[in-house]
């Protein structure tokens, strides 16, 4: 059974605007860590943000948070004042104990000037 | 600070032939791993070992073989090449061998092409 789920289709979205994307996961375990990564053009896997299965608040780097709704197995990210340079891949992950990094399917993103 | 290093980045082969994608790492990590990348599917987990001497097997391991004899390196070696194994490769590693909080960090990858 996929673990990971990210069904958007292709995105674009406006140059200082902000975009979320969708990422639902599905685990039985009580703990466990949910990741975004990026991925440019380039074809680099560059980590962007971590949220912990215990964390009381919502994850936040920068522009990028996580918008973290557990009783709905629900991570979705969410990057505010979007840029050229965001242009990219994103892949939703989650990792369970003792266990590995499993991906969902990812988002493709593009901004438009 | 080299990180996950992969070679090579590109690769070429021709149909039963046999090759190795090297990974090597310089950060002390346990967890390393083998991804390929193909298109609308992801990234999905090919083999996977949790210290030297220790290795299992993923979602997709048919025709590849792994082994880790130390900590720094784990190879990925390809039997007998055939084009469904085209893809982008990547290795990956994380400090201990899955704590839930642990991130991946990932190699380059590497763009192999099997005709």
């Known amino acids: 059974a996929q673990k990971i789920t990210q069904t958007q289709p292709g995105m674009f979205v406006q140059e200082k605007e902000a975009v979320t994307l969708d990422c639902t996961y599905d685990?039985?375990?009580?703990?466990?860590?949910l990741f975004w990564y990026k991925q440019p053009s380039s074809g680099e896997m560059i980590f962007l943000i971590y949220?912990?299965?215990?964390?009381?608040q919502n994850a936040t780097e920068g522009r990028y948070s996580l918008n973290f709704q557990k009783a709905r197995k629900s991570a979705n990210l969410v990057i505010s004042a979007s840029q050229l340079g965001d242009s990219a891949m994103y892949f939703c992950a989650m990792r369970e104990p003792g266990n590995r990094l499993a991906f969902g399917k990812g988002n493709q993103v593009v901004v438009i000037p | 600070n080299a990180g996950v290093t992969q070679t090579p980045k590109f690769q070429v082969l021709k149909t039963g032939q046999s090759m190795t994608l090297q990974c090597a790492q310089d950060m002390n990590h346990e967890y390393m791993s083998w991804y390929r990348q193909d298109p609308g599917m992801g990234l999905r987990l090919i083999h996977y070992?949790?210290?030297?001497?220790?290795?299992d097997q993923g979602e997709v391991p048919n025709g590849y073989n792994v082994s880790r004899s130390t900590t720094e390196d784990f190879p990925l070696r390809l039997l007998s090449a055939a084009p469904s194994q085209t893809s982008v490769y990547f290795c990956?590693?994380?400090?201990?061998?899955?704590?839930?909080?642990?991130?991946?960090?990932f190699g380059s990858g590497t763009q192999l092409s099997v005709l």
């Open positions: 990956a590693s994380s400090l201990t061998r899955g704590a839930s909080r642990e991130k991946l960090f």
């Open positions: 685990t039985s375990d009580p703990s466990y860590g």
């Open positions: 949220q912990g299965s215990y964390d009381q």
């Open positions: 070992s949790v210290g030297a001497g220790i290795t």
